[in-house]
């Protein structure tokens, strides 16, 4: 008897797959199901340039700690024009026989964005937070990436391009402060009117209060140049004009 497999997998994927021009680039395609890391037994990756052309071809893929990984070599987009409209898919051979394709999009760097702040920066405002820290934990690492996903994202959806961005300093005080608000909602077990909650509502509002004043600067799509004029620099939501005339929205 013939029996199929139709469960649906859990490819986590913050954003677009960022690859840096001349540069080795891994890329990874975590599988979970049921909130579980599902390791594949193999796989292939192929990825396509913004042009349809095939920059990778079925590369065999390694399971790194249960993770589909693939090193994009630095030769394979030498002299590449730096562009979004990439696609990566994934071919991964699951335990049960089954395979599962998974695609995304992607985009060709000249750099990609990079975290500003470390633990370091965190333990400087509250120091207790290293006696705090749960048994199964080392560092607030996990923390910090969730913040440069979110604003990853958030530019994404904004039209904005986080890889583009000069000025990633700029985002010190939104990622700092957004780190700090989830670490001490994970602390707060008791809930609603504790110290930790209280933290972690003060450090939202003043994440959500430095996103709005953000100013960055970008560079061009294919240099290293700033894009604007000299010391130019821009929001990190788009301009929105009201007005009583229909059409101006």
Known sequence: MTTTDDTLYTAR????TIIEQGS????????????VLVAPSSGTVTIYGAGNA???SAAAV???????????????TAGLVPAEGWRIEWTLLLSTGRTRTI???GVLVMRRMYP????????QLHPELTRLMPPTESNYQDYIDAMIAEAE???????????????AH??????????????????????TGTREWDLSEHYRSQSAAEWEKLALVYAAETTAAPSDAAGKRRGASPTVWLSGRQGWL
């Open 13 to 16: 994927l913050l954003g677009p």
């Open 54 to 56: 095939v920059i990778v």
């Open 62 to 76: 390694t399971i790194t700690s249960s993770i589909a990984t693939y090193s994009v070599l630095s030769t394979a």
């Open 116 to 123: 500003v702040i470390t633990d370091v920066d965190l333990l």
């Open 103 to 105: 695609r995304t999009d």
């Open 24 to 35: 080795d680039s891994v890329i990874t395609c975590p599988l979970y199901r049921s909130g």
């Open 170 to 191: 700029a985002l010190r005080e939104y990622t700092l402060n957004g780190a700090l608000a989830k670490i001490w909602r994970s602390l707060a077990t008791g809930g």
């Open 153 to 167: 994202g958030r530019l994404v959806a904004a039209g904005r391009r986080p890889w583009l961005i000069i000025s």
